[in-house]
């Protein structure tokens, strides 16, 4: 695909992404399922006497599962608190669950196009900042104008719907890749800009520096994660509120900043860059910026 235009890799990356990525997660999210079976309990329930065998077995297998759920999340918070040993057959239960989710359902096909697009806008130009200031802007513009109603809209009808299964799959999950695509352009727009600005360099190095150890950070940040939610003494997992999550993600965000420019002060990579890029050529990279020079 290195070989096709910017133009064409845009409108093929975006056209997967966009329609590739919504059959994919509403498949994997069971929207259609779903729908269909509120739809028949709403029924149902509105039979009154009247409602037919099935519907009555329907009700009750409703009101069956209505009382064992506050069991089954309890289990789960339980089995999410394990251990690193206990804890792995649950773990390795969950990423096979994903699997299975993402790539059946096609899901795996919003990771195609975000990519394609990605190969696109780097040979237009955009993702190397040489592209006009407005540019910029007005994809900003568009993408957060597409987005935040989108986002703000959905998160009202589903509070509003008492955070029920059928509001999420009707004001969330159908739109989320719609919501993904234009947030990820609208955000990496404005990013691009703060680069082009003098006085944002200061605040954006420490970040420049934590995309230089990605891989690193990644890890990183999965191992605290693991230590504050499960391995660890405070077990998190299931105790937190919405907003207390994010005071999490701020404070991991600090380790990454400062550890990240702490060690490229002295390192030219980060220990996993290091072996990646060593395995990569076959050949031990030297590790110390004054060796390198």
């Not at 109603?149 to 509003?160: D, Q, R």
């Not at 690193?216 to 998190?236: D, E, H, M, R, V």
């Not at 220990?271 to 590790?287: A, C, D, I, N, V």
Request: glycine residues 8%; hydrophobic residues 50%; proline residues 3%.
């Amino acid at each position: 695909m290195r070989r096709l235009s910017a133009r064409i890799l845009l409108a093929l990356g975006l056209t997967i992404w966009l329609v590739g990525g919504t059959l994919g997660s509403t498949r994997a999210f069971g929207v259609t399922d779903t729908l269909r079976s509120d739809a028949q309990f709403a029924a149902a329930r509105a039979a009154g006497a009247s409602a037919t065998a099935a519907q009555r077995v329907l009700l009750q297998n409703a009101a069956i599962y209505q009382q064992t759920s506050a069991a089954t999340v309890e289990g789960t918070i339980q089995t999410r608190r394990l251990g690193f040993i206990a804890g792995w057959p649950s773990r390795v239960d969950t990423e096979l669950t994903i699997l299975k989710l993402k790539f059946p359902s096609f899901w795996f096909l919003e990771w195609l196009g975000a990519m394609i697009t990605g190969m696109g806008l780097y040979k237009s130009g955009y993702l190397t900042n040489t592209r006009p200031t407005w540019a910029y802007v007005s994809v900003a513009i568009i993408g957060y104008s597409i987005d935040l109603p989108l986002v703000l809209a959905g998160l009202w009808h589903v509070h509003k719907a008492g955070f029920a299964a059928s509001a999420f799959a009707l004001w969330l999950a159908i739109p989320y890749t719609t919501e993904v695509l234009s947030g990820t352009l609208a955000n990496t727009s404005v990013l691009l800009l703060l680069v082009r600005s003098e006085h944002s360099r200061q605040f954006l190095g420490p970040v420049a520096s934590v995309g230089r150890t990605a891989f690193s950070n990644y890890i990183l940040t999965t191992l605290l994660c693991q230590f504050l939610f499960a391995w660890g003494p405070w077990k998190l997992y299931g105790k937190l509120e919405y907003y207390e999550c994010y005071l999490v993600v701020g404070a991991i965000w600090i380790v990454n900043l400062v550890a990240s420019s702490l060690w490229l002060r002295v390192f030219a990579f980060g220990p996993l860059e290091w072996l990646w890029r060593s395995l990569t050529y076959w050949k031990r990279q030297r590790m110390l910026r004054a060796i390198i020079g």
